[in-house]
């Protein structure tokens, strides 16, 4: 019995149309990436496992895709861990691989083996797929690609206005109007912890806050009280659930916050740093907006933090994303090494494009012109004129069967090809081709130069 054909869950294929589309997103991507001076890197699929875990926090670890040892993967399980079923022990010892959850921590990886090799500050850019065994659901898959530009080796807020511009320029680019990107510090969110006497906890604080917009503020609050935060606590950090107003109006609450953690200054002082910069280079059609909420999750951010979310109309979770990590390098023995990076969420983008009808109406790079198949010697004759317009730049195909002429003429008018070629004995007699316009039906005799010119 033949086996009915299944997608693994949360991958996806996708048809010429929608790999021309994505290419369209990749390419606007990645030219603005090379105007601000990135350039492109790749790393392998996998990592070894020691690379990965332990990068992203309890969370994360647990959504790394691990992958089995080759051949009998169970011959350095002691017998004792499988009958205590303890899947901790059990997956160090048969899986010494994993596919990688991002394309950060590889590129810390790869700045510490090549360290030698780079100018610093070293700024690069990535446009490669990573996995996450998370729940899918809409804009959210356990395959996809990310594409993130990087600075190593510069602790310049520079970077960071430098960032802001990229995202600005690439949602131009795109003519993707009226995204938000917002900003925050995790020195802030320090400070938050330190003045409620819970600077221990801070990353399951930060863990809890990352969710508000999935589980709101209950949700956060009962996370928090169950990670061990107070009461008293929680009471202290209200005013950051009820925070709002302009930029500069909430910088001045915060200053008020955090007037009693030097941390927090720090990272209130960083973010007038960027506003001011942005404020005397404005943004194209991005606004800038602060979000004190704002974590990301990642245990590895230690300044800035940034999140792009879509036009308000559109419902849609983020769209990039990033921050700034002043010692990523240092778990791979390099230390010292001030960090800066940023993302943009591909399949959101992808998304929101198709919801507002973004995407260019020719898009898809189809032949211009399709000719006839008559039979092999007018295939050759075909052939010999299809290579002249591959060779001027012209997309060009010859209909594979000598098959029933409506058959070939259906096949292009599905494919949306333009222009058909009907190129018979009389055609090859005179050296010329009858050229169909498939939009208007008019008919043409013309030799190749001709042909050329018309359909170019």
């Known amino acids: 019995m033949a086996q009915k054909p299944k997608l693994a869950k949360g991958t996806r294929d996708f048809s010429p149309l929608e790999v021309a589309k994505r290419n369209y997103i990749?390419?606007?991507?990645?030219?603005?990436?090379?105007?601000?001076?990135?350039?492109?890197?790749?790393?392998?699929?996998?990592?070894?496992?020691?690379?990965?875990?332990?990068?992203?926090?309890?969370?994360?670890?647990?959504?790394?895709?691990?992958?089995?040892?080759?051949?009998?993967?169970?011959?350095?399980?002691?017998?004792?861990?499988?009958?205590?079923?303890?899947?901790?022990?059990?997956?160090?010892?048969?899986?010494?691989?994993?596919l990688r959850y991002d394309l950060t921590v590889p590129f810390a990886r790869y700045v510490v083996q090549h360290q030698n090799e780079l100018s610093f500050p070293f700024k690069r850019y990535q446009i490669q797929p990573v996995w996450r065994a998370d729940r899918p659901q809409k804009g959210r898959f356990r395959e996809f690609f990310q594409c993130d530009a990087d600075v190593v080796g510069s602790k310049s807020l520079w970077q960071e206005v430098e960032f802001v511009k990229l995202y600005d320029s690439v949602f131009t680019a795109l003519q993707l109007e009226g995204v938000t990107i917002k900003l925050n510090n995790r020195k802030i969110l320090s400070g938050f912890a330190q003045v409620i006497g819970e600077s221990d906890k801070l990353i399951p604080f930060t863990v809890a806050l990352d969710k508000l917009d999935k589980i709101g503020e209950e949700g956060v609050k009962k996370e928090m009280l169950e990670k061990g935060i107070g009461e008293q606590a929680l009471e202290m950090i209200q005013p950051i659930f009820n925070m709002k107003g302009s930029f500069s109006d909430q910088l001045s609450q915060l200053k008020t916050i955090l007037d009693g953690s030097e941390v927090g200054k720090e990272g209130i002082a960083e973010l007038q740093f960027i506003q001011h910069a942005i404020a005397e280079l404005p943004l194209q059609t991005a606004r800038l907006d602060l979000d004190v909420t704002l974590a990301r999750g990642l245990d590895y951010y230690t300044g800035t933090i940034i999140e792009v979310a879509a036009p308000e109309h559109v419902h849609m979770g983020s769209i990039g994303g990033g921050g700034r990590y002043d010692d990523l390098t240092g778990i791979f023995g390099l230390k010292d090494l001030g960090g800066m990076g940023i993302s943009f969420g591909l399949d959101r983008i992808f998304m929101v494009l198709e919801e507002l009808k973004l995407f260019p109406e020719t898009i898809l790079e189809n032949a211009k012109i399709l000719f006839v198949n008559f039979g092999d010697e007018e295939a050759l004759y075909a052939l010999k004129a299809i290579f002249q317009l591959r060779k001027r730049g012209i997309n060009a195909e010859l209909f594979p069967d000598a098959v029933k002429m409506g058959k070939q003429m259906n096949y292009a008018d599905k494919r949306g090809i333009p222009f058909v070629v009907l190129a018979g004995t009389k055609e090859m007699q005179a050296n010329v081709f009858t050229l169909k316009n498939m939009v208007t039906g008019a008919q043409d005799s013309v030799d190749l130069e001709h042909l050329a010119d018309i359909v170019s």
């Open 26 to 98: 990749i390419e606007n991507i990645r030219r603005q990436f090379q105007r601000f001076g990135f350039q492109p890197i790749a790393t392998p699929s996998f990592e070894r496992s020691e690379t990965l875990l332990g990068k992203y926090g309890e969370e994360g670890d647990r959504l790394i895709f691990k992958i089995l040892n080759s051949g009998d993967f169970l011959s350095g399980v002691e017998a004792s861990a499988l009958q205590d079923k303890d899947s901790f022990k059990v997956a160090s010892k048969i899986s010494k691989k994993a």
